[in-house]
């Protein structure tokens, strides 16, 4: 497994035998985690992209919608940010 995907399975206590929601339209089941600032943005080595706050839980479709529109990606940037405040609170 990559290392960005155990550091978000750990961070949201989310297992392989789990079969989560897509965090944008919450109807799918989420197979990806999108970087919502990509990774070619900062080079395969750059850990900095792999962060919490840079991966968001989708579904292919999603993922797909957020590649091609920047306005997507935005939205998903401040769903993933109220999911962290939650998450901090012990809201979720």
Known sequence: MKDYKKLFSRYWGIST???????????????DIHHLIPKGMGG???HRLNTIS?????????HSHAH???????????????RIELREKNLI
């Open 68 to 82: 091609k529109n920047k306005s997507v990606n935005e939205e998903f940037k401040k769903i993933l940010l109220e």
């Open 54 to 62: 840079n991966l968001f839980l989708c579904c292919r479709s999603c």
């Open 17 to 31: 035998d789990d079969v989560p929601l897509c965090w944008g339209c919450n109807q799918a089941v989420a197979v």
């Open 44 to 46: 395969v080595k750059n």
